[in-house]
């Protein structure tokens, strides 16, 4: 079958344009080239909403900031992700920083930035008391938030499946090509409106010089041996994008790998501050964080080192000590011998100083979302509206699909009252069972976890959608117990469950 549209990344970026595309009648595929979807920058970043104070005003970073930011209440709640408007403060120590947040302050009002204010500095410690003393004054952002990042990515393409959109794991692209359909071919649309196949292709081919002879679709061929076919192309690779886009074009881009550090700390210190605390910004971005998460715990980080290996996501004494440092200057009262875990983040910047979001102009029907850094994770709902116009602009017809839903449920055991747990119990015993003590959770969460429509398959996939190992333990406790409900649920022997990736083997064979 030739899909209309094709995505190539299943993160945020990519999550967030399936999900939008699925509102329409289109037949839509979804490519991942690893196991699992969020497995890049989506899953090891500050998940933060920024409310858009610093973009440059007028750039594309500017626009989709502060239009996505505006998307995400709703969005969370549709699809029942944590999300919280806790807001930002951005500190100045001294003269220059005072003079950067007047700055920032323009910058953001003209942006489109709501409620933004500088505070003084007695106000700013009445709001949060942990902050050092030495604080002259800050920038208030009310706009600003927090989310559960992975959590979002999940749920967007899990709701663009449930709306008939298809996703493929294990498919890395290894080449595209552009390809002719001849008019009298047959194509199998799966699930076309009710018009006859001369209007299909009439709208197949409006777009052609010569009807049949242009090349009018995209062949991509997969790591396993796999050809899709696609009118339409979107390139949302992250820290890959310019690789595919070289596949399908001349080179226009290049990738550039930044590395960040974080720290996270246990729950006993997640109510150290209640807003997202930064420093003024410099030129390797916004600097070491201090905020609470949605989950309860404080997150602190990251640093900024340009690397050459995309995938070293490795942690390092320096880094690590850096990041403590920097947070220290904002507060002295972090605890971080209370740290429960250490992580790196990909950030995919590009050689251009904003996003780029564009059909390339050698070929219309292939768009570009790539170098998508901070702040993409608030941007990614307002670039997937943008997307699926630019996809109208390029001759893809768009009809509403009346039966799309937006919602998406997902249980947390905890959060029921008593009377709605004994109920659940009652209907299903596997809820009355703790599996994960840290966090609470139980086997019946963990076992909904892998049978939804976009399930886990790994340790590490069960723990970013109900965080069964995200405690004080990390999984000390619970993964064994994770790993044989996995391979009970999966019909697996427990040796083929993995951590994360596709070869981080867990058990090779009984000792005794």
């Known amino acids: 079958m030739i899909y209309d549209v094709i995505i190539i990344g299943a993160g945020i970026v990519g999550g967030a344009i399936f999900r939008e595309l699925n509102k329409y009648e289109l037949s839509t595929l979804l490519l991942e080239a690893e196991n699992d979807v969020a ?252 905020s609470p998460t949605v989950h309860g715990n404080l997150i602190v980080g990251p640093d900024a080192q340009d690397i050459s290996d995309r995938y070293d996501v490795s942690t390092t004494a320096k880094g690590l000590d850096f990041v403590r440092q920097n947070a220290l200057e904002l507060s002295n009262k972090i605890q971080f011998r209370h740290s429960i875990r250490n992580f790196a983040g990909i950030r995919a910047l590009s050689d251009k100083k904003d996003f780029i979001i564009s059909p390339h102009p050698d070929v219309p029907q292939m768009i570009d979302v790539a170098g998508i850094k901070s702040p993409g994770l608030t941007s990614a709902p307002a670039i997937a509206v943008e997307i699926t116009g630019m996809l109208a602009d390029c001759g893809l017809e768009l009809i509403e699909k009346k039966e799309f839903n937006p919602n998406r449920f997902e249980t947390r055991f905890m959060n029921l009252s008593t009377e709605e747990k004994q109920e659940l119990i009652r209907r299903e015993p596997m809820f009355g069972r703790i599996i994960c003590r840290c966090e609470s959770i139980t086997e019946g969460e963990i076992v909904e976890a892998i049978r939804r429509p976009v399930g886990a398959t790994t340790l590490d996939g069960v723990k970013r959608r109900c965080r069964p190992g995200c405690g004080r333990c990390q999984g000390g406790f619970c993964g064994p117990q994770v790993l044989d409900i996995l391979a009970r649920e999966l019909h697996l022997n427990r040796e083929e469950i993995v951590q994360d990736k596709k070869n981080s083997t867990i058990l090779f064979q009984k000792t005794k």
């Not at 750039?59 to 996505?68: H, I, R, T």
């Not at 969370?76 to 220059?96: M, Q, T």
């Not at 090349?215 to 041996?225: V, W, Y």
């Not at 109510?271 to 030129?283: E, L, Y």
């Open 39 to 290: 497995a890049g920058s989506s899953r090891a970043n500050s998940a933060i909403v920024h409310a858009g104070y610093d973009p440059p005003f007028g750039s594309l970073m500017a626009k989709y900031n502060v239009e996505g930011n505006r998307l995400y209440q709703r969005l969370c709640s549709d699809l029942s992700v944590a999300f919280k408007n806790n807001g930002s403060l951005i500190l100045a120590f001294d003269d220059e920083d005072q003079k950067t947040l007047v700055s920032l302050l323009n910058n953001g009002t003209r942006n489109g930035v709501p409620g933004l204010r500088i505070l003084g500095a007695e106000t700013v410690l009445q709001m949060e008391p942990h902050l050092n003393s030495t604080v002259r004054s800050a920038l208030y952002a009310p706009s600003g938030g927090i989310v559960g990042a992975y959590e979002l990515t999940i749920a967007l393409i899990e709701n663009g499946v449930i709306n008939g959109g298809k996703l493929k794991l294990n498919a890395e692209v290894v080449n595209i090509e552009r390809k002719t359909v001849e008019s009298e071919t047959t194509i199998n649309f799966p699930f076309r409106h009710s018009d006859d196949k001369q209007r299909i292709n009439q709208n197949l081919f409006a777009n052609d010089n010569i009807s049949g002879k242009e090349p009018n679709i995209f062949e991509l061929s997969l790591s396993n041996g796999e050809k899709v076919q696609s009118r339409f192309l979107i390139n949302a690779a992250g820290i890959n994008s310019d690789v595919i886009h070289n596949l399908a074009s001349k080179p226009d881009f290049i990738i550039r790998p930044r590395k960040g550090e974080y720290f996270i700390l246990d729950r006993s210190e997640g109510n150290f501050v209640q807003k997202t605390i930064f420093r003024c910004p410099s030129k390797l971005g916004k600097g070491v964080l201090i």
